[in-house]
């Protein structure tokens, strides 16, 4: 009854509730996105930050520099936030560093809507960039480490779902008040990025902690506890908590003591860094970045009609590909398989894109080819790429250094939103290279060279829990016998701690069983 119980995905309610509560962190994220990319765009917002430009299609415009600096010192706080997240994770918890990122949100949105000084802003941007970045990552590890095997793919469909569909909103909010002719257009969609955090810090508190945190920091029978919450009832989730102790201790006996430099000097350990660092980096190398900060602005300089519209559509068009990729990631989502179609499939949009406009700029039927490969593009992106991306950097660390890896590989990962965000505005806006969407030129190299890494290096992790993989990687297999590998290893360590912890709740039974005739002959 207890293993149907386990098929079942309702039987799974709990966690589902639990891992939907933590995926309004990347929708926060996708908000945040979807919002500044669009005040980039409004004559509400262009005459408090920018410029009259008659010249240029919006007849406003900003300086490159603070263009710059608005979109990309929100990726630089979550590069920060996220490089030390391993720091971070020593000593405070999945949910605790969640309610930072709450707070943090909201301090920085009081700056940025409290005055009209420059420099408010860029404080405001930095700092919500730090929360994005306890926001992303502390949300997928809480995931990666509470989820089962089988629907770990689901949440993490689901977490790339809220992720664009924040963004959406963001844009569709941005269309609705655009029209405004004052800096109410912008301050109201602003005033919308206290929703979430407010949620999240409520409903944080009636979900547990990270079982594979507890059981990592020693506390084995609060592990226990949190698993019994997430699992269905009637699940061995003293075999699962065995399970997880006994690949920590595995680990600890290869590395001895945690340590950051173990993603360096540890040979296995190394291998699995430099997997997940450069899985996340497949989002910036498939250029998707400058089109999800700048589309509104991109689109509004390219001469294309409703920018804000298109937006939106932009955005729907990825949230489709999602919801169809949450169809088939479970039962046929063979990671380097879907990476590599989605990574050639970018590239190749992407020069489509740039040889139509370097050919034809301007024109209506242009505008038409734009638009169109832009839609199928983010839908490539968003189907294909950026779930994941996420994922398989989610799934490859180890343990003990979980924390560590993953933050570094998203700091990473952050850092190349960073360079794209920072450097995109030098080729596309008018008053510097005026490439506009020539800039695919760049982007259609970088998307195969990323294909050719995946095919090389990237193994399988599709259906393997995280002990399989531990053991895998611990075996030294090479990328392409991941998948057939058959794994046994993990499962005497589990069983022999298993069997380790009910002799010692016997002995604590007996105890108690002794004490308590003790005290009747002593009352006699």
Same mark, same amino acid.
């Given at each position: 009854?207890?293993?149907?119980?386990?098929?079942?995905?309702?039987?799974?309610?709990?966690?589902?509730?639990?891992?939907?509560?933590?995926?309004?962190?990347?929708?926060?994220?996708?908000?945040?996105?979807?919002?500044?990319?669009?005040?980039?765009?409004?004559?509400?917002?262009?005459?408090?930050?920018?410029?009259?430009?008659?010249?240029?299609?919006?007849?406003?415009?900003?300086?490159?520099?603070?263009?710059?600096?608005?979109?990309?010192?929100?990726?630089?706080?979550?590069?920060?936030?996220?490089?030390?997240?391993?720091?971070?994770?020593?000593?405070?918890?999945?949910?605790?560093?969640?309610?930072?990122?709450?707070?943090?949100?909201?301090?920085?949105?009081?700056?940025?809507?409290?005055?009209?000084?420059?420099?408010?802003?860029?404080?405001?941007?930095?700092?919500?960039?730090?929360?994005?970045?306890?926001?992303?990552?502390?949300?997928?590890?809480?995931?990666?480490?509470?989820?089962?095997?089988?629907?770990?793919?689901?949440?993490?469909?689901?977490?790339?779902?809220?992720?664009?569909?924040?963004?959406?909103?963001?844009?569709?909010?941005?269309?609705?008040?655009?029209?405004?002719?004052?800096?109410?257009?912008?301050?109201?969609?602003?005033?919308?990025?206290?929703?979430?955090?407010?949620?999240?810090?409520?409903?944080?508190?009636?979900?547990?902690?990270?079982?594979?945190?507890?059981?990592?920091?020693?506390?084995?029978?609060?592990?226990?506890?949190?698993?019994?919450?997430?699992?269905?009832?009637?699940?061995?989730?003293?075999?699962?908590?065995?399970?997880?102790?006994?690949?920590?201790?595995?680990?600890?006996?290869?590395?001895?003591?945690?340590?950051?430099?173990?993603?360096?000097?540890?040979?296995?350990?190394?291998?699995?860094?430099?997997?997940?660092?450069?899985?996340?980096? &497949?989002? %910036? *190398?498939? +250029?998707?970045? @400058?089109?999800?900060?700048?589309?509104?602005?991109?689109?509004?300089?390219? !001469?294309? #009609?409703?920018?804000?519209?298109?937006?939106?559509?932009?955005?729907?068009?990825?949230?489709?590909?999602?919801?169809?990729?949450?169809?088939?990631?479970?039962?046929?989502?063979?990671?380097?398989?879907?990476?590599?179609?989605?990574?050639?499939?970018?590239?190749?949009?992407?020069?489509?894109?740039?040889?139509?406009?370097?050919?034809?700029?301007?024109?209506?039927?242009?505008?038409?080819?734009?638009?169109?490969?832009?839609?199928?593009?983010?839908?490539?992106?968003?189907?294909?790429?950026?779930?994941?991306?996420?994922?398989?950097?989610?799934?490859?660390?180890?343990?003990?250094?979980?924390?560590?890896?993953?933050? &570094?590989? %998203? *700091?990473? +990962?952050?850092? @190349?939103?960073?360079?794209?965000?920072?450097?995109?505005?030098?080729?596309? !806006?008018? #008053?510097?290279?005026?490439?506009?969407?020539?800039?695919?030129?760049?982007?259609?190299?970088?998307?195969?060279?990323?294909?050719?890494?995946?095919?090389?290096?990237?193994?399988?992790?599709?259906?393997?829990?995280?002990?399989?993989?531990?053991?895998?990687?611990?075996?030294?297999?090479?990328?392409?016998?991941?998948?057939?590998?058959?794994?046994?290893?993990?499962?005497?360590?589990?069983?022999?701690?298993?069997?380790?912890?009910?002799?010692?709740?016997?002995?604590?039974?007996?105890?108690?069983?002794?004490?308590?005739?003790?005290?009747?002959?002593?009352?006699?």
């Amino acid at each position: 009854m207890a293993s149907e119980a386990k098929e079942s995905w309702k039987a799974h309610w709990k966690c589902f509730v639990a891992c939907g509560i933590i995926v309004l962190s990347p929708f926060q994220y996708g908000i945040d996105f979807g919002l500044i990319g669009g005040l980039q765009a409004m004559r509400g917002f262009l005459q408090v930050y920018g410029h009259e430009a008659p010249d240029t299609p919006l007849g406003w415009n900003l300086d490159t520099v603070r263009q710059q600096l608005i979109s990309s010192l929100m990726t630089l706080g979550a590069f920060i936030s996220s490089g030390t997240a391993g720091l971070a994770a020593t000593w405070v918890s999945r949910r605790q560093c969640l309610w930072i990122a709450c707070v943090l949100c909201c301090v920085s949105n009081v700056l940025m809507m409290a005055t009209e000084n420059i420099g408010a802003l860029y404080a405001g941007r930095f700092l919500i960039g730090l929360a994005n970045g306890y926001f992303m990552t502390f949300s997928q590890l809480y995931i990666q480490e509470s989820s089962p095997a089988r629907y770990r793919g689901w949440f993490l469909t689901a977490f790339q779902f809220f992720t664009s569909f924040g963004t959406l909103i963001g844009t569709i909010i941005d269309w609705a008040t655009a029209p405004r002719p004052d800096k109410s257009a912008y301050l109201i969609p602003l005033g919308i990025v206290y929703v979430i955090p407010v949620i999240m810090t409520v409903c944080l508190l009636f979900i547990p902690e990270s079982p594979r945190w507890l059981i990592l920091k020693g506390r084995q029978e609060d592990g226990i506890k949190a698993l019994r919450w997430l699992r269905p009832k009637g699940a061995d989730v003293e075999s699962e908590a065995a399970e997880i102790k006994a690949a920590i201790d595995r680990e600890r006996e290869l590395g001895s003591n945690v340590s950051i430099m173990d993603m360096f000097t540890n040979v296995v350990d190394r291998r699995r860094t430099f997997l997940a660092v450069c899985a996340v980096t &497949l989002q %910036a *190398a498939s +250029g998707s970045m @400058f089109i999800i900060a700048y589309k509104a602005y991109f689109l509004g300089m390219s !001469n294309i #009609a409703n920018p804000f519209g298109m937006s939106n559509i932009l955005s729907a068009m990825g949230i489709l590909a999602i919801i169809f990729n949450s169809l088939i990631v479970v039962r046929f989502g063979r990671r380097r398989v879907i990476l590599m179609i989605g990574l050639a499939l970018c590239g190749i949009f992407q020069l489509i894109i740039a040889t139509v406009y370097h050919t034809h700029p301007g024109t209506t039927s242009t505008g038409v080819v734009l638009v169109a490969f832009t839609c199928i593009y983010m839908m490539s992106y968003n189907g294909m790429i950026a779930t994941y991306a996420w994922l398989v950097a989610g799934e490859i660390p180890s343990q003990r250094l979980r924390s560590y890896t993953f933050g &570094l590989a %998203a *700091a990473v +990962g952050f850092f @190349f939103a960073w360079l794209t965000t920072f450097t995109a505005p030098y080729f596309i !806006n008018p #008053a510097s290279l005026n490439w506009g969407p020539r800039y695919g030129f760049i982007w259609f190299p970088s998307c195969f060279i990323a294909c050719a890494w995946v095919w090389i290096f990237l193994p399988e992790t599709k259906g393997r829990t995280l002990e399989e993989i531990d053991e895998m990687f611990e075996a030294r297999l090479p990328a392409r016998k991941f998948r057939h590998h058959i794994c046994v290893g993990h499962a005497s360590g589990a069983q022999a701690d298993k069997g380790a912890l009910a002799e010692k709740r016997r002995a604590s039974s007996e105890n108690e069983k002794d004490a308590s005739v003790q005290h009747a002959e002593v009352k006699a």
